[in-house]
Nanobody
Framework: VQLQASGGGLVQAGGSRRLSCAAS????????LGWFRQAPGKEREFVAV????????GYTSSVQGRFTISRDNAKNMVYLQMDSLKPEDTAVYYC???????????????????WGQGTQVTVSS
């Protein structure tokens, strides 16, 4: 599956932004999908994950209650709605996927075989 993220940009602290990730290639519902981010000088970190049918989600604690991951299997899209943004949310955001039959730590980047290019989100104070 090929993934392409979009929707990044500059936003003021307290504002909102929605990232989108379009998938193409193999059957979209075969994949669990996640969002990761990488700030300058820091390692890539897990942000959120959603199961193949959208019924299960998970978040890192720093975004719990502020970010919402969702997917539309009919449109081959996954989204990350980001609300109450903070300057520390500034990073390049990546969408990623792995085949749903594969087990592992969903917070580990090594589980995800498929990656889109990043989209920059900058939150100004």
């Amino acid at each position: 599956v090929q993934l392409q993220a979009s929707g990044g940009g500059l936003v003021q602290a307290g504002g909102s932004r929605r990232l989108s990730c379009a998938a193409s290639g193999r059957t979209f519902s075969h994949y669990n999908l996640g969002w990761f981010r990488q700030a300058p000088g820091k390692e890539r970190e897990f942000v959120a994950v959603i199961g193949w049918n959208g019924e299960t989600t998970g978040y890192t604690s720093s975004v719990q209650g502020r970010f919402t991951i969702s997917r539309d299997n009919a449109k081959n899209m996954v989204y990350l709605q980001m609300d109450s943004l903070k300057p520390e949310d500034t990073a390049v955001y990546y969408c990623a996927g792995y085949e749903r039959y594969i087990g592992g730590d969903t917070k580990s980047a090594s589980l995800y075989a498929y990656w889109g290019q990043g989209t920059q989100v900058t939150v100004s104070s």
